[in-house]
């Protein structure tokens, strides 16, 4: 009980911030598709961040960012930007590839510049993934021919405010062979949580990318990944907490496969679920619900108790959820 009256607390104080969240749908690329700044387009954006992208029309090639919605999971070739799941976050169609051997830059734009990202999605490319797994003649297969090689591929970010870079990360492994135990070795294949609130405030984040395959012209791995659903908080704003059962109903309740949200006041307002750490593992707005009645798909979470947070006509509420 002193769990959930915990987190409750947390949830009030975080219900005084709106929050955006950017999926990249906004692009009408349809299916295995991708935009990389052959068009002249040097920038991307969606909700409140943008991507630069710079385009090498001599060479054909891009650094930076992509907006891509590749399905495609076995070509082991550069060209495909498609994740190793072959979709976007919860099976949707975009998603943006970062792709440098540097760092990349994600810009926090409107309200929710010099505010906290309260984290995204990352997954693997197809292209990195089979490569840490098989390698080829240019990358090493992680692990070695025993398999006792402790490699490593490491997403870093940091964030930039007031032009400063900070020396606080947050570290995410993307493939990760260090363990005395080589079945605990993985290589993440599907889209992952990454929760950024531990960077407080931020302008902008950086990206770099790290592997313990390197060679004379740098790292050998693939410097890909692909993020989705990037979470930004928008400041303060004013809202009335209201009882759960005015503002929306949950049926049934508890679930399993997924959970209908009835009697919205309106087809705008913002889901959230957060687990019992007050980790947020969903969030949308109910006009991209699919389905039927505002239908919740839940089957990728674990079973356990959730709470439920609905903000709408600046009115907020919670109930909990109890997955089975």
Known sequence: MTK?????????SLLSFAQTTSDFEIYPIGVDSFLN????????????ISLDNDYNSMWNSWTGWAISSGTDISTVEFSN????????YDGS?????????????MHLDGDAAGEVVAGMYVNNLTVAYNIIKDGNQFSKKFGGLTGDDPDYFLLTIKKYLDGTLSSESVEFYLAD???????????????????LTSLGQADSLAFSLASTDNGNYG??????????????????????????????????????????????????????????????VYNADANTITGNQNEINIQNLAKGTYMIKVLSN???????LIKQ
């Open 4 to 12: 959930i009256f915990t987190l409750l607390l947390t949830l009030s």
């Open 37 to 48: 700044g052959s068009d002249g387009t040097n920038l991307f954006s969606s909700g409140n």
């Open 81 to 88: 930007l498609s994740t190793i799941n072959g979709t976007g």
């Open 93 to 105: 169609n975009n998603y943006a590839v970062s792709f440098s051997s540097d760092q990349t830059i």
């Open 177 to 195: 062979y260090q363990f005395a135990d080589n079945a605990q070795d993985y290589i993440v294949d599907e889209w992952a949580w990454v929760d």
């Open 219 to 280: 790292m050998n791995t693939p410097a890909f990944f692909a993020v989705d659903n990037v979470v930004t908080s928008d400041g303060v704003v004013s809202v009335e907490n209201v009882d759960a059962k005015s503002l929306f109903e949950i049926y049934p309740n508890p679930a399993n496969e997924f959970f209908i949200l009835k009697n919205l006041e309106n087809g705008n307002a913002e889901i959230s679920i957060f687990d019992m750490t007050g980790r947020l």
């Open 314 to 320: 600046e009115k907020v509420a919670s109930q909990l």
